[in-house]
Nanobody, 115 residues
Framework: QVQFVESGGGLVQPGGSLRLSCVAS????????AGWYRQAPGKQRELVAA???????KYADSVKGRFTISMDAAKNTVNLQMNSLKPADTAVYYC?????????WGQGTQVTVSL
């Protein structure tokens, strides 16, 4: 079973930055691409950024211009650079494949944006 381990979350003030990292236990990102999801309290999990195996990226409207996704398929790693963070970005962030995610979700990493 493929496993995902997310890291890099924390508490930051509005306007701050964080860089999240994710490592998969198997070489799946090179085949299926990679994505970052987030789930805020009381809301459904949503896909906020995705990158294909060819490097094409796509972002949710709420994060466009602020977040950047990148991938190192050789290391089974996907990163998310988050800038100009807003309180609305507060959520638990997860990595997985972007179209049909594996059901083996990791624990995620908490991002809290607050004064």
């Amino acid at each position: 079973q493929v496993q995902f381990v997310e890291s890099g979350g924390g508490l930051v003030q509005p306007g701050g930055s964080l860089r999240l990292s994710c490592v998969a236990s198997e070489s799946i990102f090179s085949i299926s691409g990679a994505g970052w999801y987030r789930q805020a309290p009381g809301k459904q999990r949503e896909l906020v950024a995705a990158i294909s195996k060819s490097g094409t990226t796509k972002y949710a409207d709420s994060v466009k211009g602020r977040f950047t996704i990148s991938m190192d398929a050789a290391k089974n790693t996907v990163n998310l650079q988050m800038n100009s963070l807003k309180p609305a970005d507060t959520a638990v962030y997860y990595c997985n494949t972007p179209v049909v995610p594996f059901d083996s979700w990791g624990q995620g990493t908490q991002v809290t944006v607050s004064l």
